[in-house]
């Protein structure tokens, strides 16, 4: 496994970790804004490093 598909392995896990927590966090509109904001910067991430990956 190379360093891009390590990358993206790692922001796999973190999109599912913060979904589940955006999940978890029904009574606390703040915290939901704040965690659908980091998962739209992670899948923006998932999406560049998918993108570098050879075909």
């Known amino acids: 496994m190379n360093a891009i598909e390590q990358q ?3 922001a796999e896990m973190e999109s ?6 955006f999940v978890d966090t ?5 915290k939901r804004r704040r ?3 980091q998962i739209r910067a ?3 991430e ?4 998918r993108a ?4």
């Open 26 to 30: 029904v009574d606390d509109p703040a």
């Open 35 to 37: 965690l659908a904001d």
């Open 16 to 21: 599912a970790r913060l979904a589940r927590d």
């Open 8 to 10: 993206l392995a790692a």
């Open 52 to 55: 570098l990956l050879p075909a």
């Open 42 to 44: 992670v899948g923006a």
């Open 46 to 49: 998932i999406s560049h490093l």
